[in-house]
């Protein structure tokens, strides 16, 4: 139901005195609700379920251990509970502080074909704990990386999103398995182990995730899979008139909370107060602005706390509080650096993704270009990717097919951005640049207390990371019910990392290393593996017989090289570009 704030009468004026006394009622009454989400089937808690005043956009999520709380609700209100693999449910509040529910399975949801490994099976078979999601869902939702659109809405699932541009983050099935080695699920996709980094997976190419979350997973995959699986299913063209589609979203990204330094006033008031605690042995009021002096307390009374008082009281109060020269200097010159805005920004995200299959009774396609360029909530925070996709399948026989599903990715996260630690700590009375235009490395002549735009305007930068992986594979359909299959799966990853600091603007370059500062790092990866899957699935009578044999090889080669040097002649125009001028390699 909508509810109304009654702040004014003349938002009543034509209302009947009944309606009126109604709607009094209905805001007096106003309670807050918790409660506990189980499943119907085992009790357990459901953690991530949706949980909306029906009718409303105000609405919450149930914790990892299930329970929800919602704040200014009305007796009469409703509540809509919706999660993916359960039936949705309405629940009356009818007055109750307390309201626990227990959702019950989808009967469609049993009826999926899932993917358990090498193959497929009902979900009303399974033992094992395992969960899909349909993309479909999530088509709409403004996604870097296929992780957003599993964040609280599987149970058991975890990821901890990045709020850099890049996104990532970290991801885990039921908690940390390892103290010091990696807790990442593996990643198959399209039934091919895949070792690549998540970035590289377009989630507008993705069909549907399972999630194999208990030991069931390591029995098919073996130890790699101690942390779970998530298994991607990529779209695929379908016989008939040929699809194309387009979509796009733009929207602006930024910080949800204001975590600001002190602003100008607030780090006189900081200085003061910490001073004031050392314990000086001073009188309190002696580190007070004299134009704001505490009560009862003169200016003469303030001036003799010191035994040579400067005769400017500002100049003479600005060394009480230990300001260094430019901070005085830019204090008395009424500046000030605003470095919450100098260090933050509204970042653009921009996502563009078209897409085209079809095909007949013997051939299928689908084909697919994106591209994402993103900024972040810091200043320098960039990252943009182009992704590709060719899924395509041909039956030159009845009992063949023969396929591929190849993909191509470039990445470019070049990002140098400000030093938050910098913002934080640099005085608000510094000056970004010095007196030549130069950025100033220490603004307040503290060194504590770093711009936080150094390597932001001085850093050149440039990492690229390009990734090929295909499944290329044959199926053929044996006599008494078998069916083989064999598929070889190249990876190949390149790129580089290359920086430059230039002595003049950063302290990498000018202090820490002498003349210039120069890394080229260039990595290539590639790795193979060759499945051979032979599957025989039979039923006599009531009895299920499916059995799966594999026989795997695997190679992976990786090469890495970094280059080093710093104190370049003539000079450092051409950074790292030419690192062959530099003379201390």
């Known amino acids: 139901m909508t509810r109304l704030r009654l702040s004014s009468r003349h938002i009543l004026r034509g209302l009947s005195p009944l309606l009126c006394l109604l709607l009094f009622i209905d805001v007096l009454q106003a309670q807050q609700v918790t409660g506990l989400v189980t499943s119907g089937a085992d009790n357990k808690p459901l953690a991530g379920v949706s949980v909306q005043i029906k009718g409303t956009s105000t609405g919450t999520t149930t914790n990892d251990k299930g329970v929800f709380v919602l704040r200014n609700i009305s007796p009469v209100d409703s509540l ?103 807790n990442d699920p593996m990643i198959v996709v399209d039934g091919a182990i895949f070792n690549g980094g998540i970035n ?30 998530i298994i991607i299913t990529t779209a695929r063209g379908k016989s008939g008139k040929y699809t194309l589609n387009f979509a796009t979203k ?14 100008a006033q607030g780090y006189l008031d900081y200085r003061r107060d910490v001073l004031r605690g050392w314990g000086t042995g001073l009188p309190d009021y002696y580190f007070f602005n004299p134009a704001q002096l505490p009560g009862g307390v003169t200016l003469d009374q303030w001036r003799k706390a010191s035994n040579n008082p400067q005769t400017d009281n500002t100049l003479e109060w600005l060394g009480r509080l230990r300001f260094f020269p430019t901070e005085i200097k830019n204090y008395v010159a009424g500046k000030n650096v605003n470095w919450y805005n100098k260090t933050m920004q509204k970042g653009l995200r921009q996502s563009y993704d078209l897409s085209l299959s079809g095909g007949s009774d013997k051939f299928t396609y689908f084909w697919s ?82 711009n936080p735009l150094i390597n932001y305007k001085g850093q050149d930068r440039s990492i690229t990371t390009n990734s090929l992986f295909s499944n290329l594979y044959a199926k053929a359909r044996l006599p008494f019910g078998f069916d083989y299959q064999l598929s070889f799966q190249p990876h190949y990853t390149f ?40 599957h025989w699935k039979k039923k006599f009578g009531v009895d299920d017989f499916d059995l799966t044999l594999l026989y795997s090889a695997e190679e992976h080669l990786d090469w890495n090289t970094l280059n080093t040097n710093e104190l370049f002649r003539p000079n450092q125009n051409l950074g790292f570009n030419a690192l062959q001028f530099g003379t201390n390699p």
């Open 200 to 229: 590289d997976i377009n989630p507008m190419d993705i069909e549907t995730i399972d999630i194999l979350k208990d030991a069931s997973s390591a029995a098919v995959y073996g130890a790699r899979a101690a942390n779970g699986v």
């Open 495 to 534: 790129g580089h990392d290359y920086n430059f600091w230039p002595s003049a603007t950063t302290i990498n370059g000018g202090s820490t290393h002498q003349n210039g500062y120069g890394t080229r790092r260039d990595t290539t990866q590639y790795e193979w593996i060759l499945d051979n899957i032979l």
């Open 80 to 182: 809509f509970l919706s999660y993916i693999g359960f039936d949705n449910q309405t629940v009356y509040v009818n007055n109750r502080a307390v309201v626990n529910i227990a959702l019950q399975l989808s009967m469609s949801s049993l009826d999926q074909m899932v993917v358990v490994g090498y193959g497929t099976q009902k979900k009303s078979d399974l033992t094992g704990a395992i969960v899909r999601v349909d993309a479909k869902t999530f088509q709409n939702q403004s996604m870097t990386q296929f992780t957003d659109m599993l964040s609280g809405t599987v149970a058991g699932f975890s990821s901890n999103q990045s709020t850099t541009a890049s996104g990532g983050g970290s991801t885990q099935i039921r908690g940390q398995k390892s103290l010091n080695a990696s």
């Open 250 to 263: 733009i929207g602006l990204t930024q910080a949800a909370n204001d975590l600001k330094p002190y602003d």
């Open 369 to 450: 270009g994106g591209y994402d360029n993103n900024e972040g909530i810091i200043r320098g925070d960039q990252f943009s990717t182009v992704r590709t996709r060719l899924n395509f399948d041909f039956k030159p026989l009845p009992w063949i097919t023969l396929g591929m599903n190849t993909s191509f990715s470039t990445r470019k996260d070049s990002s140098v951005i400000a030093d938050l630690a910098g913002m934080y700590s640099t005085s608000p009375y510094g000056s970004e640049y010095d007196s030549t235009g130069k950025v100033n490395w220490y603004p307040g002549d503290y060194t504590g207390g770093r």
